[in-house]
Structure formats: C-alpha cells, structure tokens
C-alpha cells in the first residue's frame, strides 16, 4: 500500500510540475503584495513572508542586525491586544515550539543581502492550517525579544564569527566582497564589534521600520481556493504596521580592479575572481545564465573544469556563478589548489574566462546547454517548496508572473551572439578583483 501511495503522489506531483503553473497576484488594501499557485494534489500549505529586511538594511555600525532581529523572531511572543479587543497571550521558546509540533507544521526563516522573512509548512485542514498561520502572524508582528536570549544568540553569532576568520573559504570571500563593494551595504560584514555593540532596542527599531505590511511579499502554494488565500493574507499582516519610505540605496560602483594575496596556514590556495555584474531585473540574465553553465556552471562538463582539472590536474574543480541581486550582485570564479601551484592555476582560470568573453560558447556547447537545462526544468518545479521559492523570487524582484511558464521558451531561443555580447557587457577583464588566500604574499 505505501509504495501505490508513493507512486501516486510522484505521478501527480510530475504532471503538476510539467503544467503551465499560474500565478495569481493581488495587493490587499494595506499594500501586502500576495502571490498565490493553487494545487491540490497534496494536503498542504506552504506559505512564506519577505520583507526589504536583508543585511543591505544594516545600520551603519551594526552590521549584523537584520540577521540577528529574524533570528530573534522565534525566541518569543509579545502579549498583544488587538484592534477588536482581543487579547493574545504571551508565548514563550519552548511554548512556540510547542505550537508549531502539535499541528505538525515546520517553519524556517532567514536573511540574505536583499531581504528578511519567514515561512510555514502545514497542513491544510482548516485547524492546522489556522493554527500555523495565526503563530507565523504573530511570530512576525509581535516578538518580545527576551534579553536572555538575545545575549545568547549574540554570543552565538560572535563565536561564529570568530570561527569564520579562521577558515580559508570564508577570509576569501569576505575580501573578495570587501573589495568589490567597500562602502556600498553589500560590503559590509558583520564582525565581533558590530555584534556586541547590537542591543535589544536596536533590534526593536529594526523590526518596528522593517516588518511592515506595506512592504511585505506573501508567496503561496497549497491546498486552498483564492478565497482562502486572501484570508489568509490578510490574517498574515493585519497585526503589522504600516512602514515609511525606506531610503535609496547608493548606486553599486565597479571598482577599477585589483588583487590582494592573504597570508594562511592551510594546505591549499584558496582562489575568488570577479567583479559586480548583474541585477536580477537584467535582461541579460538568461544570456548570463546560459552563458556560464557552459563556462563554469555545469560541474565537469564546464570549460573551466575541462582547462583547469582535466586538461592540466591544478584543481579538483573549478567553478563560475552569476549571483543576481535587487542591485548589481557578483560573478565569481574559484578554485582550491596546491599553494604551489596557485599562479599557474590562476592563469588558466583568467584566460579562459578571457578567451569565453571575447569568443563566446561554440554552437554545440550551447546547444548541450540548452539540452540540459530544458531538459532539466522539470526538476526545478517538482515540489511545493521548491515552486514556492520560486513565487517568492518573482513576487520580491517583481519578475514577470508567466516567468516560469515561458522560462524554457526563453533559453530555446538564446543564441551565441547573445551570449557573447551579455558576457562583453558585464565582464570587463581587467576590473576583476582577485582574491588570494593561503599563497605566499608577493614581496615588494
């Protein structure tokens, strides 16, 4: 009987995956955006929140913060009186927990540069589907933020933090966006200092300005009508205030390139190489996407693995990636090799990624790429979760709502000329940053 069950639901869940997926969309009186794909084939709700919350929104000297405030969201509930004179009670850690294990739903949260939210799994019954989205409601617009534990994540963090600078990857990284990005918030990091001097009222202050229901992105997916939804949405906000205009960010400067060698202990060299690139609103973006599958994108069968492993044995792997962002966000190309061997590997790394630029793919590497992530589409979309990801991204960067439906249409008709000249656009050779970390640093 289990394994008919099994069966069935991976027939329905593929032929929902190969349908046309539509979304709707509407804005509710208090500004909420909702994004909602209705699917009945499994008893579930996943819903998830987004807010202008991400790590760009850091007050100057607090870097950290925004991380910190939706860390907190979950350690408490605020006791609460409502517009209609209601009282809601406090909750405290342990009895959100509870909550959220006895209707057998999961939540999760998390910040990035752009944005900061939550999101809940549930079942779609009406008493578990209630239950979860009043806790994730109140989760949102009421944390009490208790100071014990506020000093505990931040110990948490800080230990973190301390235990990053110690690690190749994460010293590399962080100077490579040190340097691409300095002033700009993408730059910032949150370090020791900017941690310990974060207090409770700071975090307060950060969510009164940030979690507002004028700015919040409610994605969808799940057992119930549009009806339902927009209950929904509007029991998600109705306890979040309204937030003022945020201010402009400044502009993302390229900078005119350079390269900085960091002295380590570890075996290896650590290598980072690119600049700011791409905006998710770029219409490059399938080019680039495309584009880079073949030069770095598509594991062993990339260009920068066949030059830098198969071809010469410098690197276990090689990779690229375009990281799409509200603003221009980075292309990255990295390796680990032999400290011995890091200039060598460095140079085949730049001068294929220069060859690609100024050549572009060959008509039958775009044409397996092509192959494979047509082909592959399918997997992107196979699941609740992974749709719902994919409602959040086109609801907050304001994608078009047939993105998904003609996303396969769009690569077929990708050529390499456009490829070539979205490369040519974005990737200038000599403004691109490199980072070394674990090679010896270059005498004067």
């Known amino acids: 009987m289990l394994k008919k069950l099994i069966l069935v639901v991976l027939l329905t869940g593929s032929g929902f995956a190969q349908a046309a997926l539509k979304i709707q969309h509407w804005v509710l009186d208090n500004g909420a955006r909702v994004y909602f794909v209705e699917n009945h084939t499994i008893p579930m709700l996943d819903v998830n929140l987004d807010f202008d919350a991400g790590s760009r929104r850091d007050p100057a000297n607090r870097a950290g913060l925004a991380s910190l405030t939706n860390g907190m969201l979950a350690r408490g509930i605020a006791k609460a009186t409502l517009p209609d004179g209601s009282d809601e009670q406090a909750m405290s850690e342990a009895s959100i927990s509870d909550a959220i294990a006895d209707v057998a739903a999961q939540r999760s949260g998390g910040v990035s540069a752009d944005r900061g939210g939550m999101s809940i799994r549930t079942l779609s019954s009406p008493a578990e589907r209630e239950q979860s989205v009043r806790l994730l409601a109140r989760l949102l617009a009421h944390p009490s933020f208790p100071q014990d534990l506020f000093e505990r994540d931040k110990a948490r963090t800080v230990a973190s933090i301390r235990e990053s600078l110690t690690r190749p990857e994460s010293i590399a990284s962080k100077a ?80 005119a390139g350079g390269e900085q060698r960091i002295a380590h202990p570890a075996s290896q060299a650590h290598i980072i190489f690119g600049m700011p690139t791409l905006a998710r609103s770029d219409p490059d973006f399938f080019a680039l996407t495309i584009g880079n599958y073949i030069l770095g994108g598509g594991g062993f069968v990339s260009r920068l693995t066949r030059e830098v492993r198969e071809k010469r044995g410098l690197a276990y792997s090689a990779y690229s990636y375009f990281n799409p962002m509200a603003q221009p966000g980075p292309y990255m190309a990295g390796l680990q090799t032999r400290k011995d061997q890091a200039e060598d590997a460095l140079k085949v790394m730049r001068d294929t990624i220069d060859a690609y630029v100024r050549n572009g793919p060959t008509e039958e590497e775009l044409r397996a790429a092509k192959d494979n992530l047509i082909g592959g589409f399918a997997l992107r979309i196979d699941n609740n979760r992974k749709i719902l990801d994919h409602i959040a991204n086109i609801g907050f960067y304001g994608l078009p709502l047939d993105y998904l439906d003609t996303w396969p249409d769009i690569v077929a008709k990708i050529s390499v000329a456009d490829v070539r000249a979205a490369f040519q656009r974005k990737l200038v050779m000599d403004r691109m940053t490199t980072v070394v970390v674990g090679a010896e640093v270059a005498k004067p």
């Open 176 to 255: 490579f966006w040190r340097l691409n990005y300095g002033d700009h918030p993408y730059g910032a990091e949150a370090t020791v200092d900017s941690v310990e001097a974060a207090t409770r009222d700071d975090l307060i202050r950060f969510h009164r300005e940030h979690y507002v229901t004028n700015r919040a992105v409610i994605a969808m997916i799940g057992d119930i009508t549009r009806t339902e939804a927009d209950a929904i949405a509007k029991e998600l906000t109705r306890r979040l205030p309204q937030g003022a205009a945020l201010p402009e960010l400044p502009a993302v400067v390229i900078s």
